[in-house]
């Protein structure tokens, strides 16, 4: 069975030249340059990615982003003119799984299409522990995090961390069962000629607490009293 993608994008050019090469890879396409055809579109037919440009006639993408959030969840790739930054934002606190920036290199955006594919496309969200061999993801329980593309998510909910939380998050993950000290997650997190307070540890572990287990009412991170922090698999 083939893999579906919608390209919305009114730059015909640029529609056309993204069609071919997905059309190259195998992929089966269609096309659209108008948001409030491509919405129809993707309501009514089944497409297992949409690239969505946001400046769009008709209706914009990210309106048509809310939308089908709302009535029929696809995993969207936004195409974003440089420097738009409240679009990207609002992109993926409207439910994007990625975004790229035009103007870009083909490579990049066949290879997010493949990790989007992966981490979003059907089935892909099986709820389980410990690593994912094949492209090094990392997960716990429903959360997923992706030392490539560095993107973690809860369930199908993106979850933004800033550098030194993703890091620490990530050492953790690697170190399932594992009760790391905060000597050895300070050094990872904040490199070993770090100079200052050891306690920055509890505050990104603070951060990630709130950001994830509160957030989504999980015990992730536990306390070592007097030690340091530990993940456990709870398989
Ligand atoms: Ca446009």
């Known amino acids: 069975m083939s893999v579906r993608i919608l390209i919305v994008e009114d730059e015909e050019k640029l529609a056309r030249f993204v069609e071919l090469e997905l059309l190259h890879e195998g992929y089966e396409v269609s096309k659209s340059g108008n948001g409030r055809e491509a919405l129809e579109m993707a309501l009514r037919e089944d497409f297992d990615l949409i690239l969505l440009d946001i ?3 008709g209706l914009n993408g990210l309106e048509v982003l809310r939308r089908l959030q709302k009535d029929k969840p696809v995993p969207c790739i936004l195409l974003t003119a440089r420097d738009a930054v409240m679009d990207k934002v609002a992109g993926l606190d409207g439910g994007a799984v990625d975004y790229i920036t035009k103007p870009f290199a083909i490579e990049e955006l066949l290879a997010r299409i493949r990790v989007a594919l992966k981490l979003h496309g059907q089935g892909s969200l099986q709820p ?3 690593h994912n061999q094949e492209e090094g ?6 959360l997923t995090l992706n030392p490539q593309s560095r ?14 939380e993703f890091t ?11 009760v790391l000290t905060r000597d050895i997650l300070l050094e990872k997190v904040c490199g070993y000629d770090y100079v200052g307070e050891t306690n920055v540890v509890d505050v990104y572990i603070r951060f990630l607490r709130s950001k994830i287990d509160e957030a989504f009412g999980v015990k992730m991170i536990r306390t ?7 993940i456990q698999n709870e398989k």
């Open 128 to 130: 389980s522990a410990g």
């Open 55 to 57: 400046m769009l006639p």
């Open 224 to 230: 070592v009293r007097g030690v340091g922090y530990v």
């Open 151 to 164: 993107v973690v998510r809860y369930g199908g909910q993106e979850v933004l961390l800033t550098n030194r």
């Open 137 to 142: 993801v990392l997960t716990w329980g429903a």
């Open 168 to 178: 620490m998050l990530r050492v953790l993950l690697e170190n399932q069962n594992v």
